[in-house]
């Protein structure tokens, strides 16, 4: 059996943070919860625990301890927070996995805050340069992780980065909540990707598909 390893989800108790969270809680994984508001964040721990009593998970009100302890790191957190995560978490951050959630957006949601030629997982990767960074979950709702098979079809989740061995665990990852791991790239794709979920958000707007929508690359 592969040994239990360690994630540190920081933002735990956003819609986000919580839905990777609860998803999370039925693989072997200890889980470590983390948010600036730690009653939130016990609460989410709480709600795992009374739905999987077998869930190894703990709150904290630390990012810092939390990330010292992990073997993963999920900054689930809006583009805006992550470099006040990467901040405090750099030093202990070294030679781990950092997967970066975030989709750039702007106010309105028809466009980007980041220049053309790099993206969010690119930037926390500047500002974490000993650190594994990994885009993943970014083209998924919060609600797809309730239900991850759409009108009959397992969603895909798109996964970029640069170290082969970091892209396998963290599409464990993703396949452990629900979705169809892909990898899609290096880094750099990650711009790419982020352009895919704004598209879909501004879809969901257009045609109020109720936030329960997904990718599916179709291939015999």
């Known amino acids: 059996m592969k040994t239990m390893q360690t994630i540190a989800i920081i933002g735990a108790s ?8 609860k998803s999370l809680a039925k693989g072997n994984y200890r ?5 600036n508001e730690l009653n939130k964040v016990q609460a989410v721990a709480e709600e795992i625990k009374s739905s999987h009593p077998a869930a190894t998970v703990e709150a904290l ?3 810092v301890e939390a990330s010292w302890e992990a073997d993963i790191i999920i900054a689930a957190v809006p583009f805006a927070a992550e470099r006040e995560v990467a901040a405090k978490i750099k030093e202990v951050a070294n030679q781990k996995i950092v997967i970066s959630i975030a989709n750039p957006l702007n106010d309105t949601y028809n466009g980007l805050v980041t220049a053309p030629d790099t993206s ?6 500047k500002l974490l340069p000993n650190a594994k960074v990994i885009k993943a979950f970014n083209t998924t709702f919060a609600a797809d992780f309730a239900t991850p098979v759409i009108d009959g079809k397992q969603a895909d989740a798109f996964i970029a980065g640069n170290d082969a061995e970091a892209l396998q665990t963290v599409s464990e990852v993703v396949s452990t909540a629900g979705f169809s791991p892909i990898v899609a790239g ?3 794709v990650s711009g790419t ?3 895919m979920q ?14 329960l929508a997904g990718w599916k690359i179709l291939h015999q």
């Open 14 to 21: 956003g819609n986000m943070g919580a839905a990777i969270s």
């Open 31 to 35: 889980l470590l919860l983390c948010a």
């Open 193 to 195: 990707l982020e352009r």
């Open 186 to 188: 290096d880094l750099a």
């Open 61 to 63: 009100d630390c990012s």
């Open 198 to 211: 704004l598209l879909l958000i501004q879809l969901n707007m257009k045609y109020d598909y109720n936030w």
């Open 120 to 125: 969010a997982a690119e930037e926390l990767q």
